[in-house]
């Protein structure tokens, strides 16, 4: 069985760009969640989506935003990228919502210059 | 606002002694805890996970402790191995069961 599948692996990306990650849940789980996880740091929640319905937020400014697909599939897109936004962006899906059962992927690498 | 903080940043083992890593938490609401590894280049790995209505739980070669009244877990590793080596992690379930706040993290080196 695949477990969570992020794409790409790694990114490079100018300040100011637009970026969007991708998140494959494992089969038959109906949540996603997204973290960022700054170097030296841990994971931050960003979003946790369930049965394509945003169902928490984290802390992050609005130029950060997600959805979810009818195959549970999801997308992170970040604008008008900082310096800051440089991170490991972990994906993690779960069956139902809540933090319980996660698994994460292996996140994608960005790197904005 | 919830915090969740590990005592040391760094912890260097022999191989074959017992690693004790520990975390601390400041929200008392706060009823589910797990513990993650973190291998470099991966994302973070499920280790075992505690109930704020347990004590102590364990696993293979790993237990935690819970220690509700001065809000503190702690991860023991057994007989720790060159691939325990990591960063490791906890994490409190939090804000209506939607999201993990995680602690900083604690790296393991393990010599031989």
């Known amino acids: 069985d695949a477990g969570v599948t992020q794409s790409p692996t790694h990114l490079i990306k100018t300040r100011g760009q637009q970026v969007t990650l991708r998140c494959s849940p494992i089969?038959?789980?109906?949540?996603v969640s997204w973290y960022q996880q700054v170097l030296g740091q841990g994971p931050q929640f960003i979003f946790q989506?369930?049965?394509?319905?945003?169902?928490g937020r984290g802390n992050f400014p609005d130029r950060f935003s997600a959805r979810q697909f009818p195959n549970y599939s999801s997308e992170l897109n970040v604008n008008a990228l900082l310096l800051g936004d440089s991170a490991l962006y972990l994906c993690?899906?779960?069956?139902?919502?809540?933090?319980?059962?996660?698994?994460f992927g292996s996140g994608t690498r960005l790197t904005v210059v | 606002g919830e915090s969740v903080g590990l005592h040391l940043p760094t912890l260097s083992v022999q191989e074959g002694d017992n690693s004790i890593i520990n975390c601390a938490y400041s929200?008392?609401?706060?009823?589910?805890f797990i513990w993650y590894k973190q291998e470099s280049g991966k994302g973070p790995q499920f280790i075992i996970d505690i109930r704020s209505n347990m004590d102590k739980r364990q696993g293979q070669r790993v237990t935690v402790l819970l220690n509700k009244t001065v809000k503190h877990l702690s991860l023991q590793i057994a007989a720790t191995q060159p691939g325990d080596s990591a960063v490791y992690f906890c994490?409190?379930?939090?804000?209506?069961?939607?999201?993990?706040?995680f602690g900083a993290g604690t790296r393991l080196a393990v010599h031989p």
């Open positions: 994490a409190a379930l939090s804000g209506g069961y939607n999201k993990l706040i």
């Open positions: 993690a899906s779960s069956l139902a919502g809540g933090g319980y059962g996660y698994t």
């Open positions: 089969s038959g789980h109906k949540s």
């Open positions: 989506y369930y049965e394509k319905e945003e169902r």
């Open positions: 929200n008392s609401a706060s009823d589910y």
